[in-house]
Structure formats: C-alpha cells, structure tokens
C-alpha cells in the first residue's frame, strides 16, 4: 500500500505554523457566514481562530483522502466547532 507515504509526506505540512492561506478566504468567510461566527475584539483572536480553522479543514481533507484509498471507513466534515482545538470543554477562546 503507498497511502502510508502519502500521509508521511503529508503530516509535516498539516502542522506548520503558516500565515493563513488566502486561497481558504472565500471559504472561511463563508464558514463564518453559515455558522454565525462575529470575533468581537481583537484581530488577533480572528486570526488565532481561522489558523486553528485552517489546521482543522487540512486534517478533515487529509482524513477523507485516506479515507478514499481505503485507509479508513468514515469521512470528515467541517462543521460549526471549526475554529475550536481537541480540550477546550466549552471554552470560546483560543488556548
């Protein structure tokens, strides 16, 4: 099986710290549209919150491209707990 290389060459990029990618703005956009998301305050908090979001969508992609060359039997879909890591137990902010 190569999908095992695949995920190897994969995974350092879903972990780099990158400035958000701007190709993903209509998109992230559109994910705070659909889920009502407003980040009163800062800029910081905005930009903290579509790089959690932007991480999230690169695992859920990288899960369903696994998925499709049978690696796993579900798929991922982003959905209103996009902008939130794995911990949180209810909390709104960024860690």
Do not use: C
Not at 35 to 42: I, P, S, T, V
Not at 64 to 87: C, K, Q, T, Y
């Amino acid at each position: 099986m190569w999908w095992p290389t695949l995920l190897a060459l994969l995974a350092p990029m879903a972990g780099a710290q990158l400035p958000p990618e701007r190709e993903l703005d209509t998109q992230w956009d559109l994910w705070k549209k659909t889920y009502g998301k407003q980040y009163n305050g800062a800029q910081a908090d905005e930009a903290a919150r579509r790089q959690i979001w932007e991480k999230n969508l690169k695992y859920i992609n990288t899960h369903n491209l696994e998925h499709a060359l049978g690696a796993h039997s579900f798929e991922l879909a982003m959905n209103h707990l996009g902008d939130m890591v794995r911990g949180w137990g209810g909390r709104k902010g960024p860690a």
